[in-house]
């Protein structure tokens, strides 16, 4: 009987699918691809324009942006607290320091700059937004290129495949939550945005590194990794967690290979459904993985304990300036929960696209009442299929080649899109729905997405490929459209730290565009925000009021000058009240105050409460302000919420400049 002929081990390169080959980028295709820049250009230049108000001034301080600074600042102090009004009302409090519960990423980004330029301190966040578009652009690019190098063939040619490659490119940067985010420069913008481009940065490499398995290229996915997970947990928790169970399958698939042989194993399958490589140290390279895991870990872990005493908690509410004990209790004591997972599933992947007649016409949806009445946050949305259904479509079609084709060119991507799908899905737990943590999906999306762009360019079926191609083109174009209508109306019209004056040009605008088109007159106000799915504002004062609403109580008179208000505290307890203002227990409230105080004190707001009605500590937010020009913003989100707003400017005599006073409204809790 003749020898049986030896199997062939399982784990190995896959030879002649995947070849080192595929990892060069040939400069012939960059040339090829020059019109993309043309449109790079364009997405960055519309980024722009939204990221500074049309002004194209990146340097300039930006509501809740300059938490980064303060945070870069204390790292060279030897501290992590900041400043107090680097945080406003998003303080976490501890033994008299206060805390961010942002990871340190953009903070450690901002130490180099900060030392060779300290006049830009706390005037980069505009810059740091556009710059990690940047990113995530080049990396979604970079992914294009290796998935046509794995791919080959007549698809990845002509000119079909070109203007496949621009719309994926625009898409991805107008036509998804990229451009939302560039709305505005908040913190938490920022943070999602680094977030993702590391994430994808990683995922590139880790790619790059099952083709050919080399240290310095997983070093660098290691340290991208590293860099996400401090910039958004979610987000970074995909890439920690991809690159830990390579590490895994290299650790235990190299025992089992001393030990079994070449008998095949349930884990030597699952190497050969990844495309686990043979590195020449596959030891090392798996401990170096599991160094990098841990090391996350311990940092996570040293960084909750210097500031809250905690582990594993990095948002203790107990410590948020915001959140009362009664607001805890709503939401079962923590802000994560399993029983969120269905609902919030179920809502995120749904549309909540609006279409109304005023100008821009597509709006932001809200959550169904009785979500909003179950979580903590509650803010417009749209859903993954209403915002990016261009990138939405081929994400679907990439998954499906990647998870269950048999063609072994997908597998090099099968570890990442899990990944990436995992860390997306974190957010069904959280007690909030907001349109910006849609972006936690971004990574997933632009993943899958470029393998499902070329099984479209690829169909053999002439008929189904022209109807998918039809019907991609005009999602993108829905996507690209419904992103600018939603990040003009929340920059614009709905989201705090907006300039009245800039609020009133856009309602202005609005009004002229619905009379053009017979929706509305120049002497009508369009329709309320809270009918299209935003907010309302329901009291401001500006230098145009002047001071007729707010109302001196106590120690305090009022003088309207040319740009606001002046009130002058004549002891230690100035009291006003906001009015015509009535609270109304089926809504919540955002308080934004622009205000010069004469010196280091405390700003308090009083409401009415139907258990308990009256003015009360317990019925009270305050936070602290610093001399000199401050703007803070305040949530009231208590049940029972009734009756007028009393106004303390602060606690020691002087002048209190206000420049603007608004409180806006929404519903639901």
């Known amino acids: 009987m003749p020898p049986e002929a030896a199997k062939p081990d399982p784990w190995t390169p896959t030879g002649a699918v995947l070849t080192a080959a595929a990892v060069k980028q040939s400069p012939a295709r960059l ?14 230049g519309i980024f722009s324009w939204f990221a500074t108000y049309g002004t194209f001034r990146f340097f300039e301080p930006e509501s809740f942006g300059q938490f980064y600074d303060a945070q870069a600042s204390s790292f060279l102090q030897g501290r992590v607290d900041v400043p107090p009004e680097s945080l406003g009302a998003e303080a976490l409090v501890r033994n008299g320091k206060y805390y961010g519960y942002f990871g340190p990423t953009p903070a450690l980004l901002r130490l180099p700059l900060n030392l060779l330029l300290p006049g830009f301190d706390g005037r980069w966040s505009r810059f740091s937004l556009l710059v990690a578009s940047l990113v995530t652009l080049i990396t979604a690019y970079l992914l294009i290129l290796q998935v046509e190098n794995l791919l ?15 719309v994926f490119i625009v898409t ?44 310095p290229v997983l070093a660098c996915a290691m340290a991208c990794s590293y860099l996400s997970f401090f910039s958004r947990i979610t987000v970074g928790a995909a890439a920690v967690l991809t690159l830990t169970v390579l590490g895994a399958l290299l650790l235990i698939g190299a025992r089992e290979r001393r030990v079994a042989g070449s008998t095949e194993t349930v884990v030597r399958r699952l190497q050969s459904y990844f495309a686990v490589p043979a590195p020449p140290k596959p030891v090392a390279h798996g401990v170096c993985l599991a160094l990098v895991a841990t090391f996350t870990v311990a940092s996570f872990v040293f ?37 969120y997972f269905l609902p919030l599933l179920a809502s995120y992947l749904t549309s909540h696209v ?24 509650a803010e417009p949305f749209a859903g993954l299929p209403g915002s990016m259904p261009g990138l939405l479509l081929l994400s679907v079609l990439g998954a499906w080649q990647i998870w269950f084709s048999r063609d072994a060119r997908f597998r090099l991507l099968r570890l990442s899109s899990m990944g990436a799908l995992a860390g997306g899905c974190v957010l069904f737990t959280t007690a909030a729905i907001s349109q910006r943590y849609l972006h936690d999906f971004y990574p997933f999306l632009i993943l899958t997405g470029v393998p499902g762009l070329y099984w479209l360019l690829g169909g053999s079926n002439r008929l189904l490929r022209g109807t998918l191609w039809g019907t991609w083109l005009l999602a993108c174009l829905f996507s690209v459209c419904a992103n600018l209508s939603f990040a003009i109306v929340y920059q614009r019209d709905t989201i705090w730290g907006v300039a009245p004056e800039v609020k009133a040009s856009f309602r202005d605008f609005r009004a002229r565009v619905d009379y053009l088109f017979a929706y509305g007159s120049k002497q009508t ?24 609403a707010i109302r001196p109580l106590h120690q305090v008179s009022a003088l309207a000058v040319k740009d606001g208000v002046i009130l002058t505290s004549t002891g230690e307890d100035p009291q006003t009240e906001l009015t015509p203002l009535s609270l109304l227990s089926d809504r919540r409230y955002l308080i934004e105050l622009d205000m010069t105080a004469p010196g280091d004190t405390v700003v308090q707001f009083f409401y009415g409460n139907r258990s308990s009605p009256g003015y009360s500590e317990r019925n009270s937010i305050k936070t602290r302000v610093r001399k000199g020009r401050n703007r803070i913003v305040i949530q009231l989100a208590e049940p029972g919420l009734h009756g007028a707003v009393r106004f303390d400017p602060g606690m020691i005599p002087g002048e209190y400049r206000i420049h603007c006073l608004e409180v806006r409204s929404r519903m639901g809790r």
């Open 525 to 548: 106000e369009p329709a309320s925000l809270t009918a299209l799915g935003g907010e309302e504002t329901v009291f401001l004062m500006d230098p145009s009021r002047k001071a007729t």
């Open 152 to 166: 080959g063939g007549a698809a990845s040619r002509g000119a079909a495949a070109g203007l496949a490659r621009l």
């Open 354 to 377: 609006e279409f109304h007649k005023s100008f821009p016409w597509v709006y932001m949806g809200r959550p169904s009442a009785a979500l909003a009445g179950r979580v903590d946050i």
């Open 172 to 215: 991805a940067g107008l036509g998804s939550t990229n451009l939302f985010l560039a709305s505005r420069s908040f913190a938490y913008h920022e943070a999602s945005m680094w977030a993702a481009a590391f994430a994808m940065l990683s995922f590139y490499l880790g790619m790059r590194y099952l083709l050919s398995p080399r240290l």
């Open 31 to 44: 040339a090829r691809d020059w019109f993309l820049a043309p449109g790079v250009l364009l997405v960055l």
């Open 303 to 339: 960084l909750n304990y210097v500031k809250f005493n905690t582990l594993f908690e990095n948002f203790p509410a107990r410590y948020h300036i915001q959140y009362s004990p009664e607001r805890i209790s709503r939401v079962q004591g923590s802000l994560v929960h399993p029983s």
